[in-house]
């Protein structure tokens, strides 16, 4: 894959991965919020996805704070390995852009309520298929990431549920935290203050 660079050359200074099942049949499920993030977050910024290797991905830039200031670029990236391969495609994604760029995962957890966010610096996959198979292509390095409460599977398989549609009852929460997390993203990526993002995310609704 080639590097992504604006028309001036720069490259990008941090990368951030939403997870989720490429096709048609997998939009709006439940796994895929972390696709709805970074898709949300391509919005605001008014950019849109290509085909680059192994990964979607959109290019923009956060503008400088003050006239004339550079600005920060940045990737946005949907791997298209399909959830448990993820790490393959951000492998790839890391080795053209520089193994120590600054990374943000964003991804689905079926053990936080529908709605709530959670970002920590690193720790264990936590059962997220896609997010263990990124620490197993991706070691030796912090992983911060920011998991999207989806919700209790109950008595259904999680496999199952995870993809599943958000019921009509629960698609205005589900679209309320996608933005809140699209929001919170954009300012780490203007600021690349990893406390102060944790801090907005963990915070009570």
Known sequence: MVVERSADGDAPTAVVVGLGNPGPEYVGTRHNVGFDVVERLAALRGRSFHLRGRSRVARGDVPGAAPGEDGLPFLLAEPQTFMNNSGRAVRDLLADLGARIPLLVVCDDFHLPLGRLRCRRSGSAGGQKGLASILDHVQGREIPRLR???????????????????????????????????????DWLAHRDLDRLIEVCNAPI
Request: no cysteine; glycine share 10%; charged share 30%.
């Open 148 to 186: 999207v409460g989806i919700g209790d599977p109950g008595r259904a398989p999680a496999e199952d549920f995870v993809l599943r549609p958000f019921k009509r009852s629960e698609q205005e929460a589900a679209a309320a935290s996608v933005d809140r997390a699209a929001g919170a993203i954009d």
